[in-house]
């Protein structure tokens, strides 16, 4: 070794070891590295996507923003963006600048780079509704079993499968437009509900529910409030959901195309009429599914 690859070693070795379990922003940065954003800023409660070059030929690449351990993937155009990284912007984020670490394993060095993004925050849509009391609480049986509902669903949505299912763009589950966006704040008689967790697409009963992209069923459940309910793990924490189904038409383990009819639609669970809810949860955080759709195009 050189005078000055044992320098640079030696460098990182001190870099590494003064990191420590490296979750601090702090870290070495290295002007070589190309980082693009999609969209430039990032909003609150959407997907964003980072596309990447580091300064050399790379082993692996990990990824940390804030406590969570983003999955970075190969793409299919190694010369010019030989990575891509999906961050999950949650609806509660602040805003303001925010560091992503990366953390290259080279065969003789790990390089680490912060890089700084925008994230600004998005207005979303309330609605006030008056409501009979009884239609704005739950009956103690009847809350068990949506908060029993709540944790399934939250469990399956939590587990972060290292197999990446999912190719290319996402598609539309269904082709009917959109009649409830994400993120909607409903206030029954003033009181906040949860926002809007997916988006509403309109679908009569019957309609062939196309699986998103690839991946693997990990649920299929009957929910009090989103009714027949399936889930697709698309894998590195990314997963689509699908409610108010009339019919299930893949079962728990099944691997699915995209494109592929999993279910029909329906109006099941409580809901006033029939349409399709589809949602996305990426780390753990549901986010809007259109931001899913317009970053697609950048996908390869
Ligand atoms: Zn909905």
């Given at each position: 070794m050189n005078r000055r690859n044992f320098l640079k070693n030696s460098i990182a070795t001190l870099l590494i070891s003064s990191l420590g379990n490296w979750d601090i922003s702090l870290a070495s940065t290295t002007s070589a590295w190309r980082i693009k954003p999609y969209p430039p800023t990032f909003q609150t409660g959407t997907i964003g996507l980072l596309k990447l070059k580091p300064p050399c030929q790379v082993d692996d690449i990990k990824a940390r923003f804030g406590k969570k351990e983003l999955l970075v993937f190969p793409t299919d155009t190694p010369k010019t963006w030989p990575y891509s990284c999906l961050v999950p912007v949650p609806l509660k984020a602040k805003a303001g600048k925010k560091i992503i670490t990366f953390r290259a394993i080279t065969p003789h060095d790990t390089?680490?780079?912060s890089y700084k993004l925008s994230i600004k925050k998005k207005k979303y849509p309330k609605e006030f509704l008056k409501v009979k009391k009884k239609y704005a609480e739950f009956p103690p049986a009847i809350l068990k079993r949506v908060r029993a509902d709540q944790a399934a669903v939250g469990k399956a949505c939590?587990?972060?499968t290292p197999t990446i299912y999912w190719h290319g763009p996402f598609i539309k589950p269904v082709p009917g437009r959109v009649t409830s966006p994400f993120g909607l704040q409903r206030y029954f008689n003033g009181q906040p509900r949860s926002p809007h967790s997916g988006m509403d697409l309109a679908a009569p009963i019957g309609t062939p529910v196309a699986a998103s992209n690839s991946g693997k069923v990990v649920l299929t459940r009957d929910c009090y409030l989103?009714?027949?309910t399936l889930i697709l793990d698309h894998g590195g924490g990314?997963?689509?959901l699908y409610c108010h189904?009339?019919?299930f038409k893949a079962n728990p383990g099944d691997i699915t195309d995209k494109g592929q009819t999993i279910a029909l639609s329906g109006k099941?669970?409580?809901i006033t009429g029939p349409h399709l809810h589809w949602g996305v949860s990426l780390l753990g955080s549901r986010l809007d599914p259109q931001s899913l759709l317009d970053i697609s195009r950048f996908l390869a």
């Open positions: 390089l680490i780079y939590r587990a972060v989103s009714g027949k990314l997963f689509t189904l009339s019919k099941s669970g409580r």
